[in-house]
Nanobody, 128 residues
């Protein structure tokens, strides 16, 4: 079964940086390779709905969704390692959330219900 596993979350001070990783595995067993999937990062803050941050297709084509993180967060992918990253800089307290990795067949989407696979999430806490 396809699996997504996030890592890299933790406690960071305001203004600091973190890099989240999402390792993908098991996709070839489904008969499809990972490169036909788009990979996205979402986040869910306490008491709020899950929101899309960014999506990457083909390892290089990026679609950004969250205006609140533009210029601070960057999605990237290492195709050889089947891993997608989210580099987060200039973190703010309002970035505190559980961050999720998701995969969707063929096309990027910012809608939660469009995703085919989800990771279990990694918690990022921004606090002094």
């Amino acid at each position: 079964q396809p699996q997504l596993v996030e890592s890299g979350g933790g406690l960071v001070q305001p203004g600091g940086s973190l890099r989240l990783s999402c390792a993908a595995s098991g996709f070839t067993a489904s008969g499809l390779t990972l490169d036909v999937y788009t990979m996205a990062w979402f986040r869910q803050a306490p008491g709020k709905e899950r929101e899309a941050i960014s999506c990457i297709r083909g390892g290089t084509i990026v679609t950004d969704y969250a205006n609140s993180v533009k210029g601070r967060f960057t999605i990237s992918m290492d195709n050889a390692k089947n891993t997608v990253y989210l580099q987060m800089n200039s973190l703010k307290s309002e970035d505190t959330a559980v961050y999720y990795c998701a995969a969707r067949f063929l096309r990027c989407s910012n809608r939660v219900n469009d995703m085919n696979y989800w990771g279990r999430g990694t918690l990022v806490t921004v606090s002094s």
